[in-house]
């Protein structure tokens, strides 16, 4: 059913966070600058937790802690863990928390990229960390050798508190997000759903390919124009292929996905990328979610193959 505001005033707040912005958009009329307060530690949580680019995080004391022993954790953290094993699980181990040695290997983090680094963690055997990692109620242990990174879902889980601490103080109707990661609370003051633009797989400029129209679900994408190394004349994502302990060799040039929690969006589409466009359509199909794929044509174009009501399957859309 449609809801209008008869009153409360637009509020568009924004910060900093994990090396990148977040930003909330609302109406009301409760005090702003708490709110702003409230979000800010909200992400800042999130960030102190799980970052590989601080040392003294949660996550990292998780990485640096002996094989077998029991490690306490804040419970926001264990949250994540736990549903970053699931979809490594329920996605055959395309999405593996455990690459944080191949990540730091190409110089995706803190560390500079190190040709024996590169080396070490391709040779690796590396079992999926849904087979070596224990949880219980707040607590962590590895039964193997891993080194964890959570960038592929961090930061939906971060839109997620942006969500939650918003819900929190009474306001149900919001748009948040973190780099183009994005959660609707409700609808527009006008009743309409909230409008997201879906980006072209460009380098060096962002555009919109088409619109999406979301009410009480979160959508992120993840792609190979953002973030990436050159080597030999070849561009490389920072996508990781968890059985190569590499970066992926080929992949579409993004991955679109809309689920009920930007967590799970975010740890999707990044499985998708994993998977490619016929194993991941039918994967989505089987868990019930919405995805788009836009592929590279060889002649510079770009095309897409959806699933879901929101992605049917699709035409080609404009060259890029």
């Known amino acids: 059913m449609s809801k209008m505001f008869t009153d409360g005033n637009r509020v ?4 900093a966070t994990m090396g990148t912005r977040w930003s909330a958009l ?24 799980m970052s590989t680019w601080k040392p003294d995080s949660d996550l990292m ?3 640096a802690a002996p094989q077998g022993e029991w490690v306490a954790l804040p419970a926001h953290l264990c949250r994540v863990l736990r549903l ?21 290997a190409w110089g995706f983090g803190p560390e500079t990229a190190s040709a024996a680094a590169i080396h070490a963690a391709a040779s690796t055997e590396r079992p999926p960390a ?18 964890l990174d959570l960038n592929g879902i961090a930061k939906g889980y971060g839109v997620d508190r942006l969500a939650e601490t918003l819900l929190a103080h009474g306001i149900r109707d919001a748009l948040v ?38 009410q009480d679900a979160a959508v992120a994408t993840s792609g190979d124009y953002r973030h990436w190394v050159e080597t030999h004349g070849r561009r490389l994502s920072h996508t990781m292929d968890p059985q190569r302990g590499m970066p992926l060799a080929s992949s579409p040039a993004s991955v679109t996905v809309v689920a009920r929690s930007c967590a799970e969006a975010d740890a999707w589409a990044t499985a998708l990328m994993v ?46």
């Open 84 to 104: 970053g094993l699931e979809i490594g699980r329920a996605s055959g181990g395309a999405f593996d928390i455990g690459m944080g040695d191949s990540v730091a």
């Open 177 to 214: 997000g973190i780099d183009g990661e994005m959660r609707a609370l409700g609808l527009r003051p006008d009743g309409e759903a909230w409008t997201i633009a879906i980006e072209a797989p460009e380098t060096g400029r962002r555009s919109p390919q088409s619109l999406l129209a979301l």
């Open 130 to 147: 849904f087979t070596t990692l224990e949880l219980a109620e707040r607590r962590i242990r590895k039964t193997a050798p891993i080194r």
């Open 275 to 320: 998977l490619g466009p016929d194993r991941g359509i039918a994967l989505a199909r089987e868990h019930g979610f919405d995805a788009l794929f836009l592929m590279r044509g060889a002649e510079g174009g770009v095309t897409a193959q959806g699933t879901g009501g929101l992605f049917p399957a699709a035409p080609p859309l404009h060259a890029s």
């Open 12 to 15: 568009a707040l924004n910060g």
């Open 61 to 63: 004391r998780l990485n």
């Open 26 to 49: 609302f109406f009301t009329n409760t005090d702003t600058p708490a709110l702003h307060r409230a979000l800010q530690a909200a992400v800042d949580e999130v960030d102190s937790q």
